[in-house]
T-cell receptor, first 112, second 112 residues
């Protein structure tokens, strides 16, 4: 079975630009979450979606937005990129209610 | 968010058991105890989770104290591939966003 897939794997953007990251969950998983991991730190929660509805949002500015599609895949959008947005962006899916999460390998975003 | 406390680092030898402790004195009745690990340049990997009773799976065992204020992840026979950062995380089953709040984790080193 395919795991959680994320694209692209690496990305370089310029300050002020916009970026869209994509995630396909494990088949049958209706919950998708996004995390940001800055070098040397643990991942930080950005969003959780379940059945196409936002279930939670972390402490991130409105420049960050996300959505979930009918096939449960998800996109994370970041507008007006800052240097500090450079990080590994991780997507995780699960079957809900305290099942374990499966993480993708992440998208490495570098803002220059 | 309920907090967990873990040692910053631990060291063990290959083929020996490893006991990774976690304190969570403010745990509530609906909090599940999750363990994840992260290898360099990879997304976190689910290890195990439980609520009240001890749990076993192919990767590890989770021993939960009777008062639930602490738990121990047990790797029965460590291999070099078990070298990673291990995170102990509490998640609330009470509804809303089920976010994983990652702390600094325990960096486990396995000596050959």
């Amino acid at each position: 079975d395919a795991g959680v897939t994320q694209s692209p794997t690496h990305l370089i953007k310029t300050r002020g630009q916009q970026v869209t990251l994509r995630c396909s969950p494990i088949s049958g998983h209706k919950s998708v979450s996004w995390y940001q991991q800055v070098l040397g730190q643990g991942p930080q929660f950005i969003f959780q979606y379940y059945e196409k509805e936002e279930r939670g949002r972390g402490n991130f500015p409105d420049r960050f937005s996300a959505r979930q599609f009918p096939n449960y895949s998800s996109e994370l959008n970041v507008n007006a990129l800052l240097l500090g947005d450079s990080a590994l962006y991780l997507c995780a899916s699960n079957a809900w209610l305290n099942y374990g999460y499966t993480f993708g390998s992440g998208t490495r975003l570098t803002v220059v | 968010d309920a907090k967990t406390t873990q040692p910053n680092s631990m060291e063990s030898n290959e083929e020996e058991p490893v006991h990774l402790p976690c304190n969570h004195s403010t745990i509530s009745g609906t909090d599940y105890i999750h363990w994840y690990r992260q290898l360099p340049s990879q997304g976190p990997e689910y290890v195990i989770h439980g609520l009240t009773s001890n749990v076993n799976n192919r990767m590890a065992s989770l021993a939960i104290a009777e008062d639930r204020k602490s738990s121990t992840l047990i790797l029965h026979r460590a291999t070099l591939r078990d070298a990673a950062v291990y995170y102990c995380i509490l998640t609330d089953a009470g509804g809303g966003a089920q976010k994983l709040v990652f702390g600094q984790g325990t960096r486990l080193t396995i000596n050959p």
